[in-house]
């Protein structure tokens, strides 16, 4: 569409700069203080120039949380997207049984992080836990307060269980945007299903795919709650991810030094990518022109 | 995965098989593995503790209701639920309230910097809200809303906003111009084609919109817990200091954690009907 030049329209989105202003400039600009300057308590604070992030960039702390972060994004992703897309092509199309499978399909993403949490550890706990008591019934070797391999499959199922459904509702809605016509002209032509789905189905999903990706990118880079529940970060630092070990050293050690200047570079990474995405994003907006 | 299944499907439709047979398995395999976590939990909810820790059951062998009576009738537990639900509530019609305008304006004009604010409000989506805890705290603190209702809604309207501008950015877009110019050429103010005109027209982005911020808001843990301690303790953060106080009441938990569950399910089922439409006129 057309867009009218209409410096006016300024007016219309100042409520939210100045709400948006409030909860994330001046916070940032505090972390943005903290993150150059050092104190010996009392308040008294001096300029300590980059002085924490030579040390944080030396230091391999952060290098092994964004590690782990990475691997787990990355794995969590790679699972979820197709998951997502096969779940979408099979749920059914109209009537009471679609119906049925969007409540329960979204029910997981209505509940609050910290039940995701407790519902697996639960869930998973030899003692008590169906999962646990069944994998450890069969004679499989599976602790997750303790193994490196079971926390980590723990916490990746528990994302999938999570989170699948968002990918799955989304590319769903993609599915349903598609006009009929389409997969009568693929019946005439006899297009194998193969071809409906990559020819027709899978450039309809492409836009709501990237929002997806998008989402699930930065949101499984952000995740806290649900580790911490589980695992608490452990064995070990197994599953200290970003957002955990920030935490630790804010609100644990109070060293604010270090988690500010952590702040800034965590948040500079999700930014750079989360920017190739939207780039990526708004460039097949256009090419579509939806 | 998805293509080797697609061929098999097309094999199978070959073979002049309903298609549906296939599919339904996926999806009852699926649904399966979606609910049997969430089963488990309520399953505890309704035994007794002695029952938990000694036995193993699949279902409750000496049914109790006794941990939802400890929940229901203690109100250092109940009013965690009151207390969420209210800031909730109050972010949702915040975040909605300010976003219409904003989306209204990037949906329909350019305006200098138009493009870097929109990418800017989106960053504010992706911050992590361990980035924000400790200054979040300190802010509120000194500006006295610490430990209100208010001030957990401000905080989450740091990512509900910027989602939904988006969202209903994207349903705005669908509206033809005409209509607006229409409506001003018969004489309507612009608040007044924008409330009696264009917000209906936009009422499932609205509805879409209104279920994000629910959504986010009810499901964060970091924020709302470092912002409160007493007057508006969420739910979810009563929770978890219960777990680490009173070490093993799991079927307690178990209760608590069946009651937050019930808010999500209910507004799900109020949106069902529009849900998927919603998500395919908007971009979320």
Redesign the interface.
Known sequence: ??????????F??L???V??A???I???M??VNYSVQDSFGQNNFFWAGLVWFEDLLHSPRMWNALGRQVVFSSIILAIEV??G???A????KKGLW??V???????????????VG???Q??ARV?????G?TLDSLGVDYNYTQGFYAAWTTLIVMDV?HWT?LVA??A???L??IPDAYYQAARIDQA???KI?RYIELPKMS??LT?AIL?RF?DS??I??EPF?VTGGGPGNATTF???D??KM??GQFD?GN?AAF?II??LV??AV??VF?TVMTNLDKKDGV | ???A???R??AR?AASLPR?N??AV??VL??L??????Y??IN?SLKTNME??ST?T?WPNDLTFANYRTILTDASWYMGYVNSIIYVTLNTV?SVS??L??A???S?????G?KH?F?W????????????????F??YSSVGLFDTHIAVA??H??FN??LA?WILEGFM?GVP?EIDETAYIDGYSFGRFFVKIFMPLVSSGIGVAAFFCF?FS?????LSR?LTSVEAKP??AT??RT?SASGLD?GV??AA?VL??I???L???FV??Y??????LG??
């Not at chain 1, 569409?1 to 300024?10: F, G, I, L, S, Y």
């Not at chain 1, 499978?101 to 039940?115: A, K, T």
């Not at chain 2, 329909?108 to 200098?112: A, E, H, P």
Request: glycine content about 4%; aromatic content about 16%.
């Open positions: 569409m057309e867009k009218t030049v209409n410096q006016k329209a300024w219309l989105v409520p939210v700069l709400l948006v409030f909860s994330a001046i916070p940032l505090t972390v197709p998951l897309i096969f779940i092509l099979n749920m059914p679609a119906t499978c969007l409540v329960l399909m979204s029910l997981p993403l209505l509940i609050p992080w910290n039940v407790t519902i697996w639960v869930f003692d008590i836990g169906l999962l008591y269980w459904s509702l989304l769903y809605a993609g349903q945007s194998s299903r193969w789905f836009g709501v929002i989402l930065m880079f952000k806290y709650t529940v970003l957002s955990i920030l935490v804010a609100l604010l988690a702040s965590y948040f999700i930014l989360s920017w939207y | 995965m998805a293509d299944t697609a061929t499907t097309a439709r549906v296939g599919s996926v999806m699926y649904l593995f979606l609910l049997l976590p969430i488990w939990l505890m938990i820790l193993f699949l915040i300010v976003a305008p904003a209204y304006a990037f329909r004009y350019s305006f200098v138009d604010l990418f409000l989106l960053t504010n989506r992706m911050a992590p809200p361990a980035v924000f805890a400790l200054p979040f300190q802010l401000l905080a309207t740091l906003v910027p501008v877009r111009k959504m009810w499901v964060e843990l970091l470092t739910i979810a929770m978890t777990v799991w938990l178990a954690g937050t569950i808010p999500g399910a507004v799900i089922y069902r009907n849900i998927a439409k919603g998500f395919a971009r979320v």
